[in-house]
Each structure stands twice: as structure tokens, then as C-alpha cells.
């Protein structure tokens, strides 16, 4: 099975501290995705990434950035948490061929910032 | 861009009961469809997808959907809910290479006794 694993499920951070959320996938996936969850407005793609060192901007860049120097690791960072970035956090992946399209989730990051 | 609605935000339902979760996008064109269950504090799993032929697709957990390209809607349905069904739908569309995604807004389905 293909398992996606997101270093923390729960973080409480501070306004202008700098945040890395980790996710790890063992399924050599040459894709992986940065979503990012809020009632009511479903899923917002932050970053993706198709190949290591590689990254295109989703429809909500600001604020965040991303790493990607392995594989199977793709780190999402806020270089300085604000409020407004309160929010569940979810990073995903799926094969590099065009296969089914099928993206495989990790559990979830909770990130509140005070 | 693509747009996905999905009307409904809260769906109660009894068990046993059948359900509908509506999904409508705002393209036909070359459209990739799916629906993801997201249980309480999990992420969220993949239970149809609708990628070309027939445009009823059948998942896991005897959920269903049909492709309908006039209406331009993609509608998931259940002749029975269970209690264990209580999680939240998200309908997804794709268009070209899968790495754009664009989400619903996600529908709550409460399954009571």
C-alpha cells in the first residue's frame, strides 16, 4: 500500500515563527502536492512538485515555499506564520505517468497559529 | 479555470436509506472526474473516478456515480447508507496531465440511526 506520512499531526505555533511541515511517501511517486483544507472552501493546491528540485506554484503560493532535495520528501514552509495560514494541511502524491490520476493523501497536518 | 460546486454542505440521512451527493463542474472539456471520502481526522481516499467509457462508474463501498456531459455533472450516489458511511465527499476534476486538481467544496454526509 502506498503510504504518505506527514511528520506532525498537530502543531501550535506563533505568530512570525517559521514552520516546516514534512511529508514523506515510500511508493517512489515522482509527484507530490501541498493542499491546503478550510470549511467550506474544499481543497487549495499551494505547491506541487514533479521531479526533485523541481516546483510550480498552485493557486495559493503566497507566504509558503517548498522543498524538495529527495524524492520520496517534499517540506512545505511558512517563513513566517500569520494567523490567516490556521489551517489543515494535507500533502499528496501519485505516480509520474499519467496512469489513473489517482492521488494517494497523507493523514493531515493541524496547524494553528496564535 | 475549472469550477467544481457541490451544493449540498450537510446531507443527513437515516441508515439504510439512499443518498445523492450532487457535483457539478464548469467545463466539458476533456474532464477527468473523481470523488475522495474523507473520514473524521484522516486524509482523504480515493472512492471512484470517472477517466473515459462507461459513464457509470462503480467504487469501493458500493458508492456509484454517473457521468452526465450535457448536465456537466458527476453525481455520487448510495442505495444504502450505513452509519460507517458519516464522513465527508469531495468531488475532484482534472483536465490534461493530473496536476491540476480542482475540489468541491466537500458535502458532510451524517448517517443517523
Known amino acids: 500500500d502506498v503510504k504518505v506520512t506527514q511528520s506532525s499531526r498537530y502543531l501550535v505555533k506563533r505568530t512570525g515563527e517559521k514552520v516546516f511541515l514534512e511529508c514523506v511517501q515510500d511508493m517512489d511517486h515522482e509527484n507530490m502536492f501541498w493542499y491546503r483544507q478550510d470549511p467550506g472552501l474544499g481543497l487549495r493546491l499551494i505547491y506541487f512538485s514533479y521531479d526533485v528540485k523541481m516546483k510550480e506554484k498552485g493557486d495559493i503560493p503566497e507566504g509558503y515555499s517548498v522543498s524538495r532535495e529527495k524524492k520520496e520528501r517534499f517540506s512545505l514552509i511558512l517563513e513566517s506564520a500569520s494567523t490567516n495560514q490556521t489551517s489543515m494541511y494535507l500533502c499528496?502524491?501519485?505516480?509520474?505517468?499519467?496512469?489513473?490520476?489517482?492521488?494517494?493523501f497523507g493523514e493531515g497536518s493541524r496547524l494553528t497559529v496564535l | 479555470a475549472q469550477s467544481v460546486t457541490q451544493l449540498d454542505s450537510q446531507v443527513p440521512v437515516f441508515e439504510e436509506a439512499p443518498v445523492e451527493l450532487r457535483c457539478n463542474y464548469s467545463?466539458?472539456?476533456?474532464?477527468?472526474l473523481f470523488w475522495y471520502v474523507q473520514y473524521p481526522n484522516q486524509g482523504l481516499q480515493l472512492l471512484l473516478k470517472?477517466?473515459?467509457?462507461?459513464?457509470l462508474v462503480k467504487g469501493i463501498n458500493g458508492f456509484e456515480a454517473e457521468f452526465n456531459k450535457s448536465q456537466t455533472s458527476f453525481h455520487l450516489r448510495k442505495p444504502s447508507v450505513h452509519i460507517s458511511d458519516t464522513a465527508e465527499y469531495f468531488c475532484?476534476?482534472?483536465?490534461?496531465?493530473?496536476?491540476?486538481?480542482?475540489f468541491g467544496s466537500g458535502t458532510k454526509l451524517n448517517v443517523k440511526p
Open positions: 467545463s466539458s472539456v476533456s474532464v477527468y
Open positions: 470517472y477517466l473515459s467509457g462507461s459513464t
Open positions: 475532484a476534476v482534472s483536465q490534461g496531465n493530473f496536476n491540476k486538481f480542482y
Open positions: 499528496a502524491s501519485r505516480p509520474g505517468d499519467r496512469g489513473t490520476g489517482e492521488l494517494f
